[in-house]
């Protein structure tokens, strides 16, 4: 079973509603088209029904001008393809919901991974070498599972599989990670040690190590085939739709995983585990588990096999980082300059995600060190213990300001790409009296959605703008006095981190999206006699695994030289635990606002539109495919307040 599209409608040209022969059926949305003059969307809001959701970036814009059948750049479809049908906003949360539920699994990483390696006996100077395996699984893993995955010809989908796998990977790893204490005292008793020996100890230590770098190489699986997953079945003009969705539900599964962080677990959910980390992991594979199952078994993946044998596809080592180094080199100028971005927002991003709460404790614990200087080393545990309480009291703060973030934003962004002409995902005829039963409201709430859109904020002017507010925030870490300031701060980033969450996927992704498409619309032309066009000279590096893998290296990289350039601040800066005046955090928390200040500047200068390579080559196969009309390249970004995607209304 597969959340698909209604019934295609038979290959060749796109006939509008205007070009309808006499005596076809038409609903009352049709007829309001013809009479208009203008081809005109379908919605419907009746129970049970499919439909689109028609507010901002959620669905896609159509544009009265817009050519019959055209992509953005002029290339005419001669051939329907239901993968770039609009998809309804059900499609989208179901096609995303397994970014939740990664989240979750994520969130109980971050916030209790230390405590618990911690309460195990690892020292803190040991802890950097552990959560290195984050950056590093990032960089290693991402691109050679998207390679992989490029590569896969299984016929039920080529993100599948690394999906599943990835999911049951996470799952097992969160799981033995959790009972770590029990299995390796269990098994070692078998040869008569005990548990309070010190070998044991220390092989406890070392497994869970071992399973924390297992955890982090299995997410980063997941994680990369989902993207590419996204990427290869929305259409082109809801990328940005599709990732806003992926955006939300990242945080939803932050707010939930930091509530279930926050609640005293053992004692409602006792018959998951004794401790909370037990019960935490558990937690987070049930909603994993649950999440993955929806969006494989009702998202239908494209056959891999009808895009040929893979490219290139050696399997070594060697040759695999060639590619990589060849697909960077090989990148879309837009995703090329979203990278370097990535690279100096990140350096900004990892200090705020691993130091913020003991900041916040920090400020905390100061007025009280600094009133009594004679607390003993119980008492300032005890003071923070409640400060890092404190400290995710804030990153709950910031996860719901990014969630009320990622729901409102696209309301006031105009899209980048307008839709082509062709039907909606479960497109399905209405009688006049049915559809204009609603029109009068319908009416009122597309004027008021019209009137929310800011025509000149598009979505890399956004991101800019998000990218200098994280980075004054960051300064002002070095002037804040206490912790409800501090949570104020960190409630404003969180607006920040929803554009970052959100803005160069859905960039990148939406480049991705037109090329393949065009790809396909040539390889379909020259299969029935067209000539080969020069955009159809492709390689390994303009598929969605890879570039997403590229992507992913450069948030990650980054990180790694972040933690360099921590350390160095503490070494300098670092005052004893307890100490009053220590301005080491704030100092390396303001440091990553200079990067933060860098990129932005770089992201200002992104294109507004993702250019395409051959486009008069393109246009040229659009002349040939059947004599259809071009639109100017000009004319393909529209502002959304001057669209006509709001006749509809706002439906779900």
Same mark, same amino acid.
């Given at each position: ?19 309808? *022969?006499? !005596? ?5 949305? @049709? ?10 969307? =379908? ?7 499919? *439909? +689109?959701? &028609? ?86 893993? &991402?691109?050679?599972?998207?390679? /992989? ?28 990670? #959790? ?40 997410? +980063? ?10 990427? @290869? ?5 809801? &990328?940005? #739709?599709?990732?806003?969705? !992926? ?68 399997? !070594? ?86 969630? #009320? ?32 039963? $609603? ?50 701060? =960190? ?6 981190? #929803? ?21 396909? *619309? ?15 000279? @492709? ?34 800066? &670092? ?5 009053? !005046? ?17 990129? *932005? ?23 040939? $495919?059947?004599?259809? /009309? ?10 959304? $307040? ?11």
């Amino acid at each position: 079973m597969s959340l698909s599209d209604a019934k295609s409608p038979p290959q060749g040209r796109e006939r509008t509603d205007t070009e309808l *022969a006499p !005596g076809s059926e038409r609903n009352s949305s @049709d007829a309001s088209g013809v009479a208009n003059g203008s081809p005109h969307k =379908v919605s419907f809001d009746g129970a049970g029904d499919p *439909a +689109n959701e &028609q507010s901002p970036l959620l669905r896609a814009s159509q544009s009265e001008d817009d050519g019959d059948g055209l992509l953005n750049d002029g290339t005419a479809l001669d051939h329907h393809d239901e993968y770039q049908v609009t998809k309804s906003v059900w499609y989208l949360i179901i096609l995303t919901i397994s970014l939740g539920g990664l989240q979750i699994a994520w969130s109980v990483e971050l916030s209790n991974g230390s405590p618990y390696l911690l309460s195990l006996g690892l020292s803190k100077s040991v802890m950097a070498l552990v959560w290195i395996a984050g950056p590093l699984s990032g960089t290693l893993v &991402q691109p050679y599972v998207g390679v /992989r995955s490029d590569n896969c010809r299984i016929p039920w989908g080529k993100r599948k599989p690394f999906i599943l796998g990835g999911a049951a990977a996470t799952i097992v790893s969160l799981l033995a990670l #959790a009972w770590t204490k029990e299995v390796v005292g269990g098994f070692l008793g078998i040869f008569g040690a005990k548990k309070d020996d010190p070998g044991v100890k220390v092989t406890t230590i070392v497994v869970a190590v071992l399973f924390v770098y297992v955890l982090d190489f299995a997410i +980063n699986t997941i994680q990369a085939a989902i993207r590419a997953f996204m990427v @290869d079945c929305a259409p082109t003009h809801q &990328q940005e #739709a599709a990732n806003a969705m !992926g955006s939300r539900m990242t945080g939803i599964g932050n707010i939930i995983g930091y509530c279930f962080g926050y609640i005293n677990l053992p004692r409602y959910m006792w018959f998951f585990g004794d401790t909370q980390f037990k019960i935490l992991c558990v937690i987070a594979s049930i909603c994993l588990s649950f999440t993955v199952a929806i969006s494989i078994i009702f998202i239908k993946e494209r056959d891999p096999r009808e895009e040929g044998p893979p490219l290139g596809d050696k399997g !070594g080592v060697v040759s695999f980082f060639k590619g990589v180094f060849s697909s960077i080199k090989s990148l879309p100028p837009q995703t090329r300059k979203v990278c370097e971005v990535q690279f100096f927002a990140w350096i900004g991003w990892f200090g705020f995600l691993f130091y913020l709460s003991t900041w916040v404790a920090e400020l905390y614990v100061e007025p009280f060190v600094e009133a009594n200087p004679d607390l003993t080393p119980e008492e300032i545990d005890r003071l923070y213990e409640k400060g890092t309480r404190i400290g995710t009291f804030a990153l709950l703060v910031w996860a719901s300001v990014s969630l #009320a973030a990622n729901v409102f934003l696209p309301f006031f962004i105009a899209p980048t790409y307008d839709a082509p002409l062709v039907p909606s995902a479960g497109q399905v005829t209405q009688s006049i009296h049915s559809q204009s039963s $609603s029109s009068s409201y319908t009416t009122r709430l597309d004027r008021f959605l019209e009137r929310l859109v800011i025509p000149w904020l598009s979505l890399r002017r956004a991101w800019t703008i998000s990218l200098i507010m994280f980075g004054l925030c960051m300064f002002s870490t070095l002037m804040v006095p206490n912790p409800t300031v501090a949570t104020i701060v =960190v409630g404003i980033v969180g607006i920040p981190w #929803a554009l970052t969450i959100w803005a160069p996927f859905a960039i990148i992704s939406a480049e991705i999206s037109m090329r393949d498409a065009l790809r396909r *619309a040539q390889a379909l032309n020259v299969a029935s006699g067209g000539r080969v066009d020069p955009l159809s000279r @492709d390689d390994n590096g303009d598929q969605a695994g890879v570039i997403l893998g590229i992507h992913n290296v450069s948030i990650a990289a980054p990180q790694v030289l972040a933690t360099l350039g921590s350390s160095l601040i503490f070494k300098f800066l &670092q005052k004893p635990r307890g100490t009053p !005046g220590d301005m080491s955090m704030p100092a390396s928390l303001a440091a990553g606002g200079i990067f933060a200040l860098i990129a *932005a500047y770089m992201a200002s200068r992104l294109a507004e539109d993702s250019s395409v390579e051959g486009l008069e080559a393109a246009r040229g196969l659009a002349a040939h $495919s059947g004599g259809r /009309r071009e639109t100017n390249a000009s004319q393909n970004r529209r502002s959304l $307040s001057r669209s006509r995607s709001f006749e509809t209304g706002l439906t779900y």
